[in-house]
């Protein structure tokens, strides 16, 4: 991790490769600790090893938080109307036509997402209104989606299958980090903030076709302001 001795600061090999390939390097505080948080994924079962992406939208730049910190040669794009961008906050869809399109599939070419072993998470830190609507999916398949919704109905999830499981009932809040994973063919597990809250037998069936997209799942967009996102293995 990140520390000081001697009057120098020690970084993470990653965090430093991400901070290079920035046009807008990150400044000094951001990037120690961005560096803290990569040692402390490689600590324990080191899920940092099981990501395919990561991006931390809650950044100072935009350009920051479109460049992938677990692989800094992917960059994901605005697309329709550019999602809202706020500083050290992260991006607001408006639930008509932006989102952002990274560029890739779910399990493109050397990425660890399988139909069996699959995980998807997000951060929401700011929601615009209740309704029920898909925070991440794809621009061509609904095999993997997440819908959150904050009152009066469920928060749905789906990963590697065209049926919904119930992630949540009537959460109250669209707020706080939102997962979904599967481990084998048999069931989908849902996480909310850390904690396992949904175990459901679905047997997989197919892996969604397209682009991943965050705020938008084919045809429904989400207006959630989204701090982070990652996906990889199960």
Same mark, same amino acid.
């Given at each position: 991790?990140?520390?000081?001795?001697?009057?120098?600061?020690?970084l993470?090999?990653?965090?430093?490769?991400?901070?290079?390939?920035?046009?807008t390097?990150? $400044?000094?505080?951001?990037?120690?600790l +961005?560096?803290?948080?990569? !040692?402390? =994924?490689? #600590?324990?079962?080191?899920?940092? %090893?099981?990501?395919?992406?990561?991006?931390?939208?809650?950044?100072e730049?935009?350009?920051?938080?479109?460049?992938?910190?677990?692989n800094?040669t992917?960059?994901?794009?605005?697309?329709?109307?550019?999602?809202?961008?706020?500083?050290?906050?992260?991006?607001?869809?408006?639930?008509?036509?932006?989102?952002?399109?990274?560029g890739?599939?779910?399990a493109?070419?050397?990425?660890?997402?399988?139909?069996d072993?699959?995980?998807?998470?997000?951060v929401?830190?700011?929601? $615009?209104?209740?309704?029920?609507?898909? +925070?991440?999916?794809?621009? !061509?398949? =609904?095999? #993997?989606?997440?819908?959150?919704r %904050?009152?009066?109905?469920n928060?749905?999830?789906?990963?590697?299958?065209?049926?919904?499981g119930?992630?949540?009932?009537?959460?109250?809040?669209?707020?706080?980090?939102?997962?979904?994973?599967?481990?084998?063919?048999?069931?989908?597990?849902?996480?909310?903030?850390?904690?396992?809250?949904?175990s459901?037998?679905?047997?997989?069936?197919?892996?969604?076709s397209?682009?991943?997209?965050?705020?938008r799942?084919?045809?429904?967009?989400?207006?959630?302001?989204?701090?982070?996102?990652?996906?990889?293995?199960?």
């Open positions: 991790s990140a520390f000081t001795t001697g009057g120098t600061v020690s993470d090999a990653d965090a430093v490769a991400y901070n290079a390939a920035l046009t390097p990150l $400044t000094s505080g951001r990037l120690a +961005v560096s803290t948080l990569i !040692a402390a =994924l490689k #600590t324990g079962t080191n899920p940092w %090893a099981r990501l395919d992406r990561l991006h931390l939208f809650a950044m730049t935009s350009e920051a938080a479109l460049r992938g910190i677990r800094p992917k960059v994901a794009t605005f697309q329709g109307t550019s999602p809202t961008f706020t500083t050290d906050r992260g991006f607001t869809g408006n639930g008509t036509d932006s989102y952002v399109d990274f890739e599939g779910w493109a070419a050397g990425n660890l997402y399988a139909l072993s699959a995980a998807v998470g997000f929401v830190n700011a929601q $615009t209104d209740t309704t029920s609507r898909n +925070v991440v999916g794809a621009d !061509a398949g =609904l095999n #993997t989606q997440l819908q959150v %904050a009152t009066a109905g928060t749905t999830f789906r990963v590697n299958t065209n049926a919904n119930t992630l949540a009932t009537n959460p109250g809040t669209k707020l706080g980090h939102w997962a979904a994973s599967r481990r084998d063919s048999a069931n989908m597990y849902g996480y909310k903030d850390g904690s396992l809250i949904a459901v037998a679905q047997v997989s069936s197919s892996i969604a397209g682009n991943v997209t965050l705020l799942a084919t045809t429904t967009y989400d207006n959630s302001r989204v701090s982070a996102f990652w996906w990889g293995a199960g």
